[in-house]
Every structure is written in structure tokens, then in C-alpha cells.
């Protein structure tokens, strides 16, 4: 009992102490990148979308959640069985 305790406190702090802060600077780094892209285009940034464009690395982030995890490997394999049965 007590080693999984130490065993799931050791992957809370491996998981807040070093794979949030990448996660935050990977979405911080969206951000900057579509902000030159739009000030090179002269266009609008992601600055338009939420607090100086926090938002939208934060939809970003689950759209690429949702379209890679939900669709291929849950919505997917019902769909190829709802079209054989019906075939």
C-alpha cells in the first residue's frame, strides 16, 4: 500500500514537475509562431481570439487531442462495424 502511494505521488511530480512545463511551452511557442506568421501576411493574429491569444493554443491543443485520440480509435472501428452490418 505504501509503495504504490510513493509510486503515484513519484508520477504527479514527474508529471507536474516536468511534462506540464513542456505542454505550457510548446503552447506558448504556438502562439509566438502564428503571431510572426500573421505580422509577416499583415494580417491579424491570434491575439483576436481570447487574452492576448492564450485561447487558441489552448483549443489548438484539443482539437489535436480529440481529432487524433477520439475519431481514429473509438469513433472508427463502430463506424467500419455499423457499415458491415448493414452490408
Not at 28 to 46: D, H, K, L, N, Y
Not at 75 to 87: D, E, N, Y
Amino acid at each position: 500500500m505504501y509503495i504504490q502511494l510513493f509510486y503515484l505521488l513519484e508520477l504527479v511530480s514527474l508529471f507536474v514537475g516536468m511534462i506540464l512545463p513542456l505542454l505550457l511551452a510548446i503552447a506558448f511557442f504556438t502562439v509566438m509562431e502564428r503571431q510572426i506568421m500573421a505580422a509577416i501576411q499583415r494580417r491579424q493574429g491570434p491575439n483576436v481570439v481570447g487574452f492576448y491569444g492564450l485561447f487558441q493554443a489552448i483549443t489548438y491543443g484539443l482539437k489535436v487531442f480529440v481529432k487524433d485520440s477520439i475519431i481514429i480509435f473509438i469513433i472508427s472501428p463502430i463506424f467500419t462495424f455499423g457499415l458491415a452490418m448493414a452490408g
